[in-house]
T-cell receptor, first 115, second 114 residues
Framework: AQSVTQPDIHITVSEGASLELRCNYSYGATPYLFWYVQSPGQGLQLLLKYFSGDTLVQGIKGFEAEFKRSQSSFNLRKPSVHWSDAAEYFC?????????????FGGGTRVLVKP | ETGVTQTPRHLVMGMTNKKSLKCEQHLGHNAMYWYKQSAKKPLELMFV???????ENNSVPSRFSPECPNSSHLFLHLHTLQPEDSALYLC?????????????FGPGTRLTVT
């Protein structure tokens, strides 16, 4: 069965500093991987996705993620954090059900941004 | 309207009430999903509809009853809920057959059961 682990529950970072959020997955085949962001009281917004090809993927809002098969990781990075990046971030891996697809989410990492 | 919309955004209901949550997607997708998000718990997939047929029901109690009348609309009918059902209920949609896997989420309905 597929699973996703986000080891850090909370991260505090200063505005302007770099950010890296960790994600480790378990999946039997080539994974389809995603990062979503959720602002308070809102739904989830897709930041970026990896299906195949270049292992460094660019997303919206200046985020990027790197797929490392050997480490079963898909870490999210941003070089310089803005106060508006304070939110909860979810890593997810996609799998199939009988029809339709299924996302398995990690527990999330809450990011706090200090001025 | 664009994307995925959900109504109402907030709902307070008693344990004996009957209410419904509505989701509408404007993306031309053919698969829709209900998720439950509780505090301190990972997102839980409740139901999956693909081509208007329910294809997954993750051991959800019968007090939650989904309905998908067409590929753009999804409902979650609620009756005799428990306080532990208080949560954020998220709807999502995706394109299946051929699948692209990414799901697009609505803003959610914050449900409080009193």
């Amino acid at each position: 069965a597929q699973s996703v682990t986000q080891p850090d529950i909370h991260i505090t970072v200063s505005e302007g500093a770099s950010l890296e959020l960790r994600c480790n997955y378990s999946y039997g085949a080539t994974p389809y991987l995603f990062w979503y962001v959720q602002s308070p009281g809102q739904g989830l917004q897709l930041l970026l996705k990896y299906f195949s090809g270049d292992t460094l993927v660019q997303g919206i809002k200046g985020f990027e993620a790197e797929f490392k098969r050997s480490q079963s990781s898909f870490n999210l990075r941003k070089p310089s954090v803005h106060w508006s990046d304070a939110a909860e971030y979810f890593c997810a891996v996609a799998g199939r059900v009988a029809a339709g697809n299924k996302l398995t989410f990690g527990g999330g990492t809450r990011v706090l941004v200090k001025p | 309207e664009t994307g995925v919309t959900q109504t109402p955004r907030h709902l307070v209901m008693g344990m004996t009430n009957k209410k419904s949550l509505k989701c509408e997607q404007h993306l031309g997708h053919n698969a829709m999903y209900w998720y439950k998000q509780s505090a301190k718990k990972p997102l839980e997939l409740m139901f999956v509809y693909s081509l208007e047929e329910r294809v997954e029901n993750n051991s959800v109690p019968s007090r939650f009853s989904p309905e998908c009348p067409n590929s753009s609309h999804l409902f979650l009918h609620l009756h005799t809920l428990q306080p532990e059902d208080s949560a954020l209920y998220l709807c999502a949609s995706s394109q299946d057959y051929p699948g692209t896997y990414e799901q697009y989420f609505g803003p959610g309905t914050r449900l409080t059961v009193t």
